[in-house]
Each structure stands twice: as structure tokens, then as C-alpha cells.
């Protein structure tokens, strides 16, 4: 396994709620910003959501209000709170530490991907 490990991902109605969770190594989740990408069929990896060691989030306009992103810095756990999924969500989401504190900048760490499909 690599040091980000995602899970959470699956199928869910339009309306549906997932909590995605991406386990890292101490040493890397203590000193970085951490956040999530997604990447859909055809088209680039986008931001979702990052958060910074102190807290502060950024969020893609598309999700902004619906998807909540959080940090356990005792468990060493990034999470991703869906709510209210459209079928435009549907991607495979990465998890990624390292990057920007508003993760305009990518960070050289990234999960192996998790699904998310949003469909009836």
C-alpha cells in the first residue's frame, strides 16, 4: 500500500450521502495540507475539496455547500462528507497531501482512487 489509502467509494441514488476516508502515514498527514481531486470519463482531474493543517477548507464551486471535508488528526484521517449527489459527481476520487493549503497546487502524494457512481 501506498501512504494514502482511500476507501469509502460506491453506487448511490441522486440524493444519496457517501463519506469517503483516506488513511495516511503520520509523518506525512501532520505536516501537510490534504485534500481530495476527482477525475470523470474524458475529462482532467479537478479540485473537490482541501483543507490545511489548520483547518481551512476550500471547496470547487460545483460543491460547495453539499460535500464537507474534514481532517482526524488523531486517527491520522482525511474524510470527504457527501451529501445531496448528483450524477455529475460520478468520478473516481483521489485523495492527495502535499499540495497548496488551498490545494491549487498539487501535492506529490496520492491515493490509488476510490468510485464514485451517482445513478438510478
Known amino acids: 500500500q501506498g501512504p494514502l489509502v482511500e476507501s469509502g467509494g460506491g453506487l448511490v441514488q441522486p440524493g444519496g450521502s457517501l463519506r469517503l476516508s483516506c488513511a495516511a502515514s503520520g509523518s506525512i498527514f501532520r505536516i501537510n495540507a490534504m485534500g481530495w481531486y476527482r477525475q470523470a470519463p474524458g475529462k482532467q482531474r479537478e479540485l473537490v475539496a482541501y483543507i490545511s493543517t489548520t483547518g481551512n477548507t476550500n471547496y470547487a464551486s460545483s460543491v460547495k455547500g453539499r460535500f464537507a471535508i474534514s481532517r482526524d488528526n488523531a486517527e491520522n484521517t482525511l474524510y470527504l462528507r457527501m451529501n445531496s449527489l448528483k450524477p455529475e459527481d460520478t468520478a473516481v476520487y483521489y485523495c492527495?497531501?502535499?499540495?497548496?493549503?488551498?490545494?491549487?497546487?498539487?501535492?506529490?502524494?496520492w491515493g490509488q482512487g476510490t468510485q464514485v457512481t451517482v445513478s438510478s
Open positions: 492527495n497531501a502535499g499540495g497548496s493549503s488551498r490545494g491549487e497546487i498539487r501535492g506529490p502524494y
